[in-house]
């Protein structure tokens, strides 16, 4: 299974690559709480259905193993009293001040699915029959960060390092020292591997070179690498990729597309010459 994110909270966590919003510490705050409720999960942005089987759990004091393979887990159990009877289907994460994070209308800001070991569910329960005065074990929670939407791929490194931002850890500032690589020929399947065909360019974007994210996803300040402000081609050939590094952490990589139009990166043309400068015109970051 797989979390399904508020659009505010995943604004918040592109705010927090792009370094305009770099260290939320999202899950430490002390107004952020997870319930869990019985039936199955509404959209996020619709009131919550079912019947509230837990108090208000406040997780700025519940621990975590750092992530792994774009996943973090607890690191140890949380036991509640049960609030009624009736069998867990899903959970949502609340920010209770409902105006930094949380989705406008809800306050949620990411919900899962409910259930017991080997069921494929986010939260794991040791039963989901909750009984209203007894005692109810969470065993594992783990919150995962997808390594790929699309023609966006995302390195481990920065997975990790996402959810380790959302669960109160590392703060990612991707922004301040940011690389535009554009190399030749087709993208590799991911984005751990290392670069093939031949680097073609670098260009580097002047800090604060990123919107603030709206609608999942953030756009390169227009101007920022266009005329005048390009960097030289450092071979001649045509880009295929592109792929987005932080400077200050190589092995922190975002995989995208690059073309004219209609890709992830795009450029005044794909045909890049030695030497010769060479506009970025647009770009976005989403997923």
Request: some cysteine; glycine content about 14%.
């Given at each position: 299974m797989a979390l399904t994110y508020g659009g505010t909270f995943r604004n918040q966590?592109?705010?927090?690559?792009?370094g305009i919003n770099p260290s939320p510490r999202y899950l430490k705050q002390s107004n952020v709480v997870l319930e869990i409720w019985s039936g199955s999960a509404p959209s996020v942005s619709t009131a919550s259905t079912g019947t509230k089987l837990s108090p208000s759990i406040a997780l700025s004091t519940v621990g975590w193993n750092a992530?792994?393979?774009?996943?973090?887990?607890?690191?140890?159990?949380?036991?509640?009293?049960?609030?009624?009877?009736?069998?867990?289907?899903?959970?949502?994460?609340?920010?209770?001040?409902?105006?930094?994070y949380g989705d406008a209308t809800t306050k949620v800001l990411f919900q899962g699915t409910?259930?017991?070991?080997?069921?494929?569910?986010?939260?794991i329960m040791s039963s989901t029959s909750v009984v209203s005065g007894n005692t109810a074990t969470i065993s594992n929670f783990s919150i995962k960060q997808a390594l790929s939407n699309g023609s966006i791929k995302l390195s481990d490194t920065l997975a990790n390092d996402i959810v380790d931002m959302i669960v109160g850890g590392t703060s990612i500032d991707f922004g301040?020292?940011?690389?535009?690589r554009f190399y030749s020929g087709s993208a590799p399947s991911n984005a751990n591997t290392i670069p093939t065909g031949t680097l073609l360019l670098q260009a580097y974007p002047q800090l604060g070179s990123w919107s603030a994210a709206s609608g999942n996803a953030a756009a390169l300040v227009a101007n920022t690498m266009s005329s005048g402000n390009e960097t030289v081609g450092m071979a001649t050939g045509t880009?295929?990729?592109?792929?987005?590094?932080?400077g200050a952490s190589t092995s922190r990589v975002i995989q995208c597309s690059v073309g004219t139009s209609g890709t992830d990166v795009i450029t005044t043309s794909t045909s890049v010459v030695a030497a010769i400068g060479h506009p970025i015109t647009a770009a976005t970051l989403g997923y």
């Open positions: 966590i592109i705010d927090g690559i792009t992530a792994s393979a774009g996943i973090a887990a607890l690191s140890g159990a949380i036991n509640f009293t049960g609030a009624a009877t009736a069998t867990a289907g899903y959970f949502r994460v609340i920010d209770n001040n409902g105006t930094s409910v259930g017991v070991s080997s069921s494929g569910a986010d939260l301040t020292a940011t690389e535009f880009a295929g990729y592109c792929r987005i590094v932080d």
